[in-house]
């Protein structure tokens, strides 16, 4: 794999076909262009055999292994006194600690790799998507090192060996802005970015817009996705959705149009992304409440205090959501809504099928510590 913040490994992982089969939108999505499945080609007129049509980027479980999922079931666990000094970071044992109530209270097991083992199976390729675009200068709004090696030390309990683990973000900035490198990390477990450039699958057409996604993503057959909760100047709200497509995509800049909806439904709903997305654990330290994506506000980036474990993305960000309003408002600001950034896609993922966007039917447990 390339993009390496460090010397690589050398270990090529299996790759898939393509498969350019749409998935369809809602039929509330009539304005979204689908993205149409290849028809197979004739070879002569005279009934010739049709070409094979290209196998698929989605990714299968192990044999036999069935991950655990739980629709609109959101897990918080909160703790005052978390951060380190320069409130920016958690302490180790305060993410040791979150994270470790939160999986318990989400999957029934109290040892951590138990609960890990829920989601991931010792012949797993396991990708670990981070977010640190606004962390780039002083790793101030980033998922944290902290709750990183502690998913590690979680998965590696499952019994996923390390070689197969790799945590990967788009510019080695990004990177940077988690604090994560290959030193820090345990042995045989890695680390890399794609640049928007390394990408092994074809060309495909999403919301009428040619892309490819991530090798980091492709040559994993679980992913655990690490977002956070924050303002964006453009879709109103990013967390667990946006992290996995824009994080991703080789253009992401080319889906932004229009708040970025529905384009960021309609990639999540790809089969390269959807088949391989186990769980979200959001790294909820931090949150950034106006002037998002980036943190240029530092008034704006107030201590949170909570990490969040869900296998629904789209009852995540809806709670996310839910939550900056909530903060907006208090702070007599705009809504999204009224300032003209709601985050539609969010209704929209859960029209598709995606999560549960209905607040009746999301399971919401808070656990203050």
Not at 18 to 29: D, E
Not at 71 to 96: C, F, H, M, Y
Not at 228 to 257: R, S, W
Not at 312 to 327: F, H, I, S
Request: glycine residues 8%; hydrophobic residues 40%.
């Amino acid at each position: 794999m390339s993009n390496r913040s460090s010397d690589q490994s050398g270990t090529i992982l299996s790759r898939r076909g393509f498969v350019g089969g749409a998935v369809g939108a809602a039929a509330s999505l009539a304005a979204a262009e689908a993205i149409a499945k290849p028809k197979k080609k004739k070879a002569a007129a005279e009934g010739g055999e049709e070409k094979a049509a290209p196998k698929s980027w989605a990714a299968n479980p192990p044999a036999g292994f069935v991950p655990w999922s739980a629709p609109g079931r959101v897990i918080r666990v909160s703790k005052s006194n978390t951060l380190q000094p320069n409130q920016l970071w958690p302490t180790e044992d305060a993410a040791r600690i979150l994270l470790a109530r939160a999986m318990a209270e989400l999957t029934g097991e109290q040892d951590l790799g138990k609960a890990f083992a829920k989601f991931v199976h010792p012949d797993d390729k396991v990708a670990v998507k981070v977010n640190g675009i606004a962390a780039q200068k002083g790793a101030t709004m980033g998922s944290n090192k902290e709750l990183i090696l502690e998913i590690v030390k979680g998965i590696l309990a499952a019994g996923v060996p390390a070689a197969n683990i790799w945590v990967y973000e788009q510019y080695p900035s990004f990177l940077a802005g988690t604090r994560i490198n290959d030193k820090v990390l345990p042995a045989g477990v890695k680390s890399y970015t794609h640049n928007n450039q390394d990408s092994v699958m074809p060309d495909i057409r999403v919301d009428g817009v040619t892309t490819k996604f991530a090798r980091q993503l492709t040559e994993a057959t679980a992913v655990i996705n690490v977002p956070l909760i924050k303002d964006h100047g453009i879709c109103g709200y990013t967390g667990a959705l946006k992290n996995m497509t824009h994080g991703n995509v080789m253009n992401p800049e080319a889906f932004h149009a229009h708040g970025a909806s529905p384009a960021i439904a309609l990639l999540y709903a790809q089969d390269v992304i959807r088949s391989r997305v186990r769980l979200h654990i959001t790294d909820g330290f931090k949150l950034i409440y106006n002037g998002g994506p980036l943190d240029r506000d530092k008034n704006a980036r107030i201590p949170h205090e909570s990490v969040y474990a869900s296998t629904d993305p789209v009852a995540l960000d809806y709670l996310g959501w839910q939550l900056l309003d909530k903060l907006r408002t208090e702070k007599n600001m705009p809504t999204f809504k009224k300032g003209k950034r709601e985050p539609t896609y969010i209704r929209i993922a859960g029209e598709m099928g995606l999560g549960v966007m209905d607040p009746s039917r999301i399971a919401f447990r808070e656990i203050a510590l």
